[in-house]
């Protein structure tokens, strides 16, 4: 199974917004609408920001939302702030109970 | 509060084997699925093996089948990875991770245990 497409660096000024992109292939990403989005600071654990593609749970900003286009999903952040800087990782489930990451986004909030 | 605490890392050399333990407290144990997800130094996330709740199915990436076993005892709230013919690029963090339950996506996540495979 291999990783994800995810971009290698983003990055956006304070209040802006920004949107991650997500490619994966018809096997994973177009097959499920199962794409969850994490959020990783240096040193720490992930953490879930985004899960079915567009949901948020409890206690994550509305700033961030979630969505999918056939293979391609995208993670969009508005309002940017500083405590947004950080990796972030898309995941969809991949069938027969096996996951796959994408590679990875590193935010950078100017 | 959902806590989720790794243990049993450390430096094993090439062919090697190691068991790591994640101990778990705040949610009915018994009643989600579990997994691992490694992070290799300065690399991105990796999905490595899940368990069920009952502890009946096991599922493993193709990096780990055939080498890695996990496993769960519900009394103890405990779950493992036994690790066996370790090889360099089995070197990460190995995260202990909660499913949750329906959504395929893992919502709670302990703060690792580094395994070094080196000689």
């Known amino acids: 199974q291999s990783a994800l497409t995810q971009p290698a660096s983003v990055s956006g000024s304070r209040g802006q917004s920004i949107t991650i992109s997500c490619t994966g292939t018809?096997?994973?990403?177009?097959?499920?609408?199962?794409v969850s989005w994490y959020r990783q600071h240096p040193g720490n654990a992930p953490k879930l920001m985004i899960y079915e593609g567009s949901k948020r749970p409890s206690g994550v900003s509305n700033r961030f939302s979630g969505s999918k286009s056939g293979n391609t999903a995208s993670l969009t952040i508005s309002g940017l702030q500083a405590e947004d800087e950080a990796d972030y990782y898309c995941c969809s489930y991949a069938r027969s109970n096996n996951w796959v990451f994408g590679g990875g986004t590193k935010l950078t909030v100017l | 509060e959902v806590q989720l605490v790794e243990s049993g890392g450390g430096l094993v050399q090439p062919g090697g084997s190691l068991r790591l333990s994640c101990s778990a407290s705040?949610?009915?144990?018994?009643?989600?699925?579990m997994h691992w997800v490694r992070q290799a130094p300065g690399k991105g996330l990796e999905y490595v093996s899940t368990?069920?709740?009952?502890?009946?199915?096991?599922a493993y990436a193709d990096s780990a089948k055939g080498r890695f076993a996990i496993s769960r005892d519900n009394s103890k709230t405990t779950m493992y990875l036994q690790m066996s013919s370790l090889r360099a690029e089995d070197t990460a963090v190995y995260y202990c991770v909660k499913d949750q339950s329906g959504s395929f996506c893992f919502d709670y996540w302990g703060q690792g245990t580094l395994v070094t495979v080196s000689s």
């Open positions: 018809s096997s994973d990403v177009g097959s499920y609408n199962l």
């Open positions: 705040g949610f009915i144990f018994s009643s989600y699925a």
């Open positions: 368990i069920s709740g009952d502890g009946g199915g096991t």
